[in-house]
């Protein structure tokens, strides 16, 4: 069964980094989009971008351009999210989410990992 | 690209039928046949029930409708019942603009 399992709670201060990874099992990892979408506290869902783990080639709302990397290592079946220049504002719970088209992107989501928590303090 | 407007609220008694509206812009919803919605319980992630309009997808129970008119989409729930109470999310494609995919306000559906 397809499944995305993400890393653990991060506690970061303002201007540091964090990366978030995302392991895939159950699919053929490079066939099918990944989706980073971000949930601030008591608040709406925010997409961020996606990784084609074919090609590495990526696509990021231009919010947060020049602040986001998404890489995937395909010898792991994993993706990985990293957000630069934290601030107390990218507190929030970060997900991956596979698309469901083969090989395009389309927006539909149709598995999600469990979500990683990272707190933005000092 | 701004957020889709969704109505806050919508509540509805155990057999009822709801609807959720996602208004968007010329630029999105309006132009693309690419809208989904996704059901979200307190602490747990999104879940996939409408894609690409009005496509459930395998497991999804067939209360749940998708549609659009215009810039307006619709998400519609017949026969609620208790578990349909969560948080439900609009996103639709936004092509090459500031942000691929835009998601909608949110909406909190109360089963009375």
């Known amino acids: 069964q397809v499944q995305l399992v993400q890393s653990g709670a991060e506690v970061k201060k303002p201007g540091a980094s964090v990366k978030v990874s995302c392991k895939a099992s159950?699919?053929?990892?490079?066939?099918?989009?990944m989706h980073w979408v971000r949930q601030a506290p008591g608040q709406g869902l925010e997409w961020m971008g996606w990784?084609?783990?074919?090609?590495?080639?990526?696509n990021y709302a231009q919010k947060f351009q020049g602040r986001v990397t998404m890489t995937r290592d395909t010898s792991i079946s994993t993706a990985y999210m990293e957000l630069s220049r934290l601030r107390s504002d990218d507190t929030a719970v970060y997900y991956c989410?596979?698309?469901?088209?083969?090989?395009?992107?389309?927006?539909?989501?149709?598995?999600w990992g469990q979500g990683t928590l990272v707190t933005v303090s000092s | 690209q701004s957020a889709l407007t969704q109505p806050a609220s919508v509540s509805g008694s155990p057999g009822q039928s709801i609807t959720i509206s996602c208004t968007g812009t010329s630029s999105d919803v309006g132009s693309y046949n690419l809208v989904s919605w996704y059901q979200q319980h307190p602490g747990k992630a999104p879940k996939l029930m409408i894609y690409?309009?009005?496509t459930r997808p395998s497991g999804v129970s067939s209360r749940f409708s998708g549609s659009k008119s215009g810039n307006t989409a619709s998400l519609t729930i017949s026969g609620l019942q208790a578990e349909d109470e969560a948080d439900y999310y609009c996103?639709?494609?936004?092509?090459?603009?500031?942000?691929?995919?835009?998601f909608g306000t949110g909406t909190k559906v109360t089963v009375l």
């Open positions: 989410a596979r698309d469901r088209a083969t090989a395009m992107d389309k927006g539909d989501l149709d598995y």
């Open positions: 990784i084609n783990p074919n090609s590495g080639g990526t």
């Open positions: 690409e309009v009005n």
């Open positions: 159950g699919y053929t990892f490079i066939a099918y989009y």
């Open positions: 996103c639709s494609y936004a092509g090459s603009s500031t942000s691929s995919y835009v």
